[in-house]
């Protein structure tokens, strides 16, 4: 396999073939995030594109899921990703999953009969970085977009039959700036987005990006363990859609938390609760081992 860079990819996609159509994030300017510093964002050729399908099957044979690297892949012409779906398919007889990350932006400048002509072509699943629903914060974190503008991107995709990931920062607003305005937000934005999936993640800070500076300049505190649970918990209370997995697995939490709410809700507030009348760091992650 050629790869160009670090590799990144959901922890849902451990188990896929990773193809990288663009080199970096076409965004690549969220202040919380290092992923692709180093890469100047590009999209590789289709022929290099199909050249490394090739590879894979002599290599793989055969595969049942592939993740389309970098950081947006969606910010490709959708002609020409429709080719790489057609040639993924033709290629890979077990394939049924592909996956990509899609920044909001990229996703608006496509209309809903594009993005449903990627799904009929075989986009199975979409891991939109949502972050927060606050309109502050995402000005703040530079994500590019409004509160609104990143709740239309989300609806487009789940209105195309993409499975849609939402995925979320616990922590973003950090220490008594804005945690519970955050987290009703993100709250809201997810019941009027209707994800399948929401992914939780822990602010955790990245050396060389705007967020790292701001923490060693004392310009933002990072929340404790404890706070935020007390935001995770917020969340849960103010969700009110049904069938929604929450993923909380993610290395950076420090409790590893899974469930479908409305089904699992009791149980899941329960488990933080004791966790925050206990005030024990043993019943969490360890600093150790927690990561990105």
Do not use: W
């Not at 959901?10 to 692709?36: D, V, W």
């Not at 969700?239 to 809700?265: C, E, M, R, W």
């Amino acid at each position: 396999m050629r790869y160009e860079g670090n590799i990144f990819r959901p922890f849902s996609e451990a188990k896929s073939y990773l193809l990288q159509c663009t080199i970096g994030c076409s965004h690549n300017r969220c202040t919380f995030c290092g992923m692709y510093k180093d890469k100047k964002y590009r999209v590789r050729s289709l022929d290099e594109i199909k050249t490394d399908i090739k590879m894979a099957k002599e290599y793989h044979r055969d595969v049942e899921k592939v993740f389309l690297c970098d950081g947006d892949a969606i910010a490709i012409e959708t002609d020409m990703l429709l080719e790489i779906l057609h040639v993924l398919y033709g290629t890979f007889p077990s394939l049924r999953h592909v996956g990509s990350y899609v920044g909001p932006q990229s996703t608006l400048a496509k209309d809903i009969s594009e993005l449903k002509a990627l799904c009929d072509a075989g986009l199975t699943k979409a891991y939109l970085g949502v972050e927060t629903g606050d309109d502050r914060l995402l000005k703040e974190i530079k994500k590019g977009v409004t509160a609104q503008e990143m709740l239309q991107a989300g609806k487009n995709l789940v209105s195309a039959g993409i499975n849609l990931s939402s995925m979320v920062l616990l922590g973003l607003a950090g220490k008594g700036n804005r945690s519970y305005e955050h987290a009703i937000a993100t709250a809201g934005i997810t019941n009027e987005m209707k994800p399948r999936y929401l992914a939780a993640l822990t602010v955790t800070p990245v050396p060389n990006t705007v967020l790292y500076n701001k923490i060693r300049q004392g310009k933002f505190e990072v929340m404790d363990a404890f706070e935020t649970l007390e935001e995770m918990k917020v969340l849960f209370e103010h969700i009110t859609i049904d069938d929604l997995k929450f993923v909380g697995i993610h290395a950076s939490n420090y409790l590893p938390i899974n469930g479908t709410l409305q089904k699992d809700k009791e149980q899941m507030l329960e488990t933080i609760n004791t966790v925050l009348e206990k005030r024990d760091r043993g019943m969490l992650r360890g600093e150790g081992m927690r990561g990105l």
